[in-house]
């Protein structure tokens, strides 16, 4: 066992450790403790209802994360190579994205109803900017000296951008999916509370308002191990393809 995991087993046994003790001398109303979610999670699990709702959400994080990636990478591109299209569009982007997104749900939801559509354009909103921002960044951020040695090797443009440019721009690009999919998970429950009664969001709700907090909690812990675990995943599929950034990320754990 490597010093780093037993670090982290130690401190995950201390946190729960605390929290089943601390939880179990509070009003059981107001807050819990681990057995009791597990027993909850058990609970749902067997009734099929976790299922259901995690498949849900899954399936509209699905989408805007396809659709995200697949806009925001071209666009990113454009908006870096073309420099006055870049002019034209960077005030309507940066204003798009300092505004909360929370604040276009309800006109998203008269625009578009509560049914799926609407859910995958507000998860799309919180997850393409990132993707958007640092593709553009990384585009414009690749080494110069390394241009200049693919030119004078009379490289052509397709060649510059397939063999320089698009590989120097991965590990942003990358960074872009990562961040893109905690502020998709962020999107998934806002469009949850606000939409349809489904996914997990709903459940949250649901569970709250009948002041059931062990299974209030399931989907709070659902969410945790859903960001950890794609966000993993995100960076495998990354080294996968840019096998070079194992390197470069031998600080990250």
């Known amino acids: 066992m490597s010093r780093t995991l037993a670090i982290r087993l130690v ?4 946190v729960l450790t605390a929290w089943e003790l601390y939880g179990r001398s509070v009003n059981p109303i107001l807050f819990t403790y681990p057995i009791a979610i597990v027993q909850a999670f058990l609970e749902l699990g067997q009734s099929g209802e976790l299922v259901g709702y995690l498949s849900q959400s899954l399936q509209v994080l699905a989408i805007a994360l396809l659709l995200s990636v697949g806009a925001g990478v071209p666009l990113g591109v454009l908006l870096a190579r073309f420099g006055a299209l870049e002019l034209a569009t960077d005030l309507y982007i940066n204003a798009l994205y300092a505004t909360p997104m929370v604040a276009l749900v309800p006109l ?12 995958v354009i507000i998860v799309f909103l919180f997850m393409i900017f990132p993707v958007l921002i640092n593709t553009q960044q990384g585009v414009k951020n690749v080494d110069r000296a390394l241009l200049e040695v693919a030119r004078s090797f009379c490289s052509t443009e397709r060649q510059l951008w397939g063999d320089v440019i698009l590989p120097s721009a991965l590990p942003f690009i990358a960074a872009g999916v990562r961040l893109a999919i905690g502020r998709g998970l962020v999107g998934m429950v806002v469009a949850e509370f606000y939409t349809s009664i489904s996914g997990l969001g709903y459940m949250i709700v649901r569970y709250a308002n009948a002041f059931e907090t062990a299974k209030l909690f399931v989907p709070i812990v659902v969410l945790m191990v859903m960001g950890v675990l794609l966000v993993q995943g995100a960076r495998a599929v990354e080294l996968r393809i840019a096998p070079w950034q194992r390197h470069g990320g031998a600080g990250e754990r």
């Open 108 to 119: 998203i939801v008269l625009w578009f109803g509560f049914g799926i559509p609407a859910k």
């Open 11 to 14: 401190s995950l046994a201390v």
